[in-house]
């Protein structure tokens, strides 16, 4: 009986272990929301709109428009790498432009949960 306890014990403590390095991304961090969030209002708030939906002034003039996070087609298509890709390198032809050169690989990532999570809301 003691012996399966130990095993119970064990087995509980390795899931602990596990899971660890999966919490950051169920919980993303406050402060990366707010470094995020600075982002998205001073380098693309004025393609996608401070909610997120692309209902610029910008979009009168770029085609294709800026992508409309809020719509239910983008909450499918927009995984997060496909995000974290398409802002580091940008989307040849069109008006998105590639940030790596001017955002850190935190910064990115920052604006991408701020995006899913407060725009979004996934
Ligand atoms: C000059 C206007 C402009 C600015 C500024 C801009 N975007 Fe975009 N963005 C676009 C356009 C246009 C598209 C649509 C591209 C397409 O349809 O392939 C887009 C698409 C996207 C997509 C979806 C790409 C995909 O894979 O379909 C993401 C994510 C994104 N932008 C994030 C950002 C972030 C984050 C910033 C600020 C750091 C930003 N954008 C700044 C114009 C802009």
Not at 12 to 22: N, R, T
Not at 33 to 61: M, P, Q, S, W
Request: aromatic share 8%; proline share 6%.
């Amino acid at each position: 009986m003691a012996d399966c306890r130990g095993k119970i014990l064990s087995v509980a403590l390795f899931l602990i272990f596990i899971s660890g390095p999966l919490l950051p991304k169920a919980f993303a961090n406050p402060a990366d929301l707010e470094i995020g969030r600075d982002i998205f209002y001073k380098h693309c708030k004025a393609c996608h709109g401070d909610k997120g939906d692309g209902k610029t002034f910008a979009a009168n003039v770029l085609n294709p428009p800026p992508k409309n996070f809020t719509a239910e087609k983008s909450k499918k298509e927009l995984s997060e790498e496909r995000m974290i890709h398409s802002i580091t390198k940008g989307r040849k032809g069109t008006a998105m432009m590639p940030w790596e050169s001017n955002l850190t690989k935190k910064e990115i990532r920052s604006v991408v949960s701020y995006i899913r999570k407060k725009l979004m809301q996934l």
